[in-house]
């Protein structure tokens, strides 16, 4: 996505300000946006010149002739789905906005139709034994087990590639040949593959001390049994956006108690809830990383990622979450690896 910081403009804006901020821009187009950065509409060369047309002048408010109801992606859209929404309404860029209605960029159509290449790495943790996922995984490790014809890590790693996310750390033990003689290089599969063969049990966070070189912007860590379509750069975006350290994103659970819920106060009843549901989020297995984190994790020891989290929220780091909206499966056991294989055509 784009940086909007200079196409901004409030409401209160002359029709001056904004043919200069247009005419500045590379983008042709300006987002209005209230006090605390909500969307309120955009503001084309069209429009202003339809303003002129109806005897605006050039010190004239922008506010009569914003357009208030344009087209917008939400940060959880897919690359897929904007790219949808932009072909039906014939749009050459779109506002993305988060779950607020705060913008946070511009997608530029041509972009997703050609991503560019990033340099962000992207760690992928598959070095786990699947032992709840056995026999499957008696000879393949499980991010080689096919859902729709194709191993579960080839779908992860090309959707990454997809976003020009091409850089691929593989976190490697259970079985790693054959990983290795399947990926090899990347090169086949459009992407740059390292390995790491982790000795011993290290945890999603502490295989990340092996890491040979601490890269120099943030990174990707992603569990290898996953199948999500969440837009990888729209989280970058937001990473950056709120000057993170560490981003986690999070999904929504809820379950609902079989009963009907009595609250007490000693020996008196105060309310009974029939049956309430209730709402959690949970860690999704994906997470962004600033380089700064890596310097909370301990070498060569058992860590985990909500480990680290707690590290840094302790030490009143900035971490946030990033809700995940899109499809999103955990394939940890049988029932979710059928489950899996019945929705992939539908899904991917």
Known sequence: M?????????PSATIKEALILIDKGSMQIALIVDENNKLLGTLTDGDIRRGLIKG?????????????????AKISDTKEEILQLALIKKLHQIPVVDDDGKVIGIQQI??????????????????????R?????????????????KPILQTI????????????????????????????????????????????????????SLLPKKPNEPFFVMNGDLLTNVNFEHL??????NSSIATMCVREYDFQVPYGVVKVDDN???????????????????????????DYIPQNEFYDMPTLFEKLINE???????????????????????KANEEYGEVF
């Not at 784009?2 to 409030?10: A, M, V």
């Not at 041509?110 to 032992?131: A, C, F, Q, R, S």
């Not at 499957?136 to 014809?149: A, I």
């Not at 593989?170 to 003689?181: A, F, T, W």
Request: with cysteine; proline share 4%.
């Open 2 to 10: 784009k940086n909007i910081e200079n196409i901004k403009l409030k």
């Open 56 to 72: 605006l002048g050039l010190n004239s408010s922008i506010e009569t002739i914003i357009f208030k109801s344009p087209t917008i």
């Open 110 to 131: 041509d972009e997703l139709l050609k991503p560019k290449i990033k340099t962000n790495k992207v760690v992928l943790m598959v070095g786990g034994l699947g032992t």
């Open 133 to 149: 996922l056995r026999p499957l995984t008696e000879n393949t490790p499980k991010p080689m087990l096919k859902v729709g014809n």
């Open 157 to 208: 790693v090309e959707k990454f590639a997809q976003y020009g996310y091409t850089n691929i750390i593989m976190c490697v033990n259970y079985k790693s040949d054959i990983i290795q003689d399947y990926f090899g290089d990347g090169k086949q599969f459009g992407v740059d593959i390292e390995y790491i063969f982790e000795e011993q049990r290290m945890g999603t966070a502490g295989a990340l």
């Open 236 to 241: 970058h975006d937001y990473h950056l956006e």
């Open 268 to 294: 008196k009843i105060l309310s009974i809830e029939e049956k309430p549901i209730h709402k959690f989020f949970i860690s999704a297995g994906i997470y962004m990383l600033s380089s700064e984190s890596l």
């Open 316 to 338: 009143s780091k900035n971490t946030i979450s990033f809700p995940l909206r899109e499809y999103w499966l955990d394939i940890g056991r049988i029932e979710e690896y059928k």
